[in-house]
T-cell receptor, first 115, second 113 residues
């Protein structure tokens, strides 16, 4: 299994600022993903974080708004840029162990409120 | 476009009951179907998963039934307990997409004592 931690666990930010969320996995994972979840709703995939190369973004999400880094197999960051109240959400990272399609482990999430 | 549809949105059962949550998918290329359980303030945790080469999989009190021709799958929770109260998500992925999961809308389950 893999244990995933995220920092910060929650934050309150002002409109127009940026926040970087960190995701740390306790073991090497092949795939890392970033999701957004509105309270009481489902998870929406933002992007796949690729080690050493640009992230792969889903439709509706762009690099300028959500830049992602993944410098190694156990760490990734997601930045929410130029925030607006619409960005208020829970941001989750997940990691999948080598072998691809098997279990994805999720972090506890970062709860973001933009005023 | 929602590719995995989940129902019901919420479900209330008595302790010992058997809640059933249903999901339907559109993309026949999906070949991996996990169920996740999420408690308030926590990230989702894998509960059980199935591939389309079997029609049923059981792990403890949790059973997945899979109907490939109907493109439907369901989660049954036997002898449900108040501790099972959580939100349940079905999901689907295809190997060619590199494990990217498409989630259903979620079902909020309440098991009353």
């Amino acid at each position: 299994s893999a244990v995933i931690s995220q920092k910060p666990s929650r934050d309150i930010c002002q409109r127009g600022t940026s926040l970087t969320i960190q995701c740390q996995v306790d073991s090497q994972v092949t795939m890392m993903f970033w999701y957004r979840q509105q309270p009481g709703q489902s998870l929406t995939l933002i992007a796949t974080a690729n080690q050493g190369s640009e992230a792969t973004y889903e439709s509706g999400f762009v690099i300028d708004k959500f830049p992602i880094s993944r410098p190694n197999l156990t760490f990734s960051t997601l930045t929410v840029s130029n925030m607006s109240p619409e960005d208020s959400s829970i941001y989750l990272c997940s990691g999948g162990l080598a072998g691809g399609q098997e279990t994805q482990y999720f972090g506890p999430g970062t709860r973001l409120l933009v005023l | 476009q929602q590719q995995v549809k989940q129902s019901p949105q919420s479900l209330i059962v008595q302790k010992g009951g058997i809640p059933i949550i249903n999901c339907a998918y559109e993309n026949t290329a999906f070949d991996y179907f996990p169920w996740y359980q999420q408690f308030p303030g926590k990230g989702p945790a894998l509960l059980i998963a199935i591939r389309p080469d079997v029609s049923e999989k059981k792990e403890g009190r949790f059973t997945i039934s899979f109907n490939k021709s109907a493109k439907q799958f369901s989660l049954h929770i036997m002898d449900s307990q108040p501790g099972d109260s959580a939100t349940y998500f079905c999901a689907a992925s295809k190997e060619t997409s590199g494990s990217r999961l498409t989630f259903g809308e979620g079902t909020q389950l309440t098991v009353n004592p």
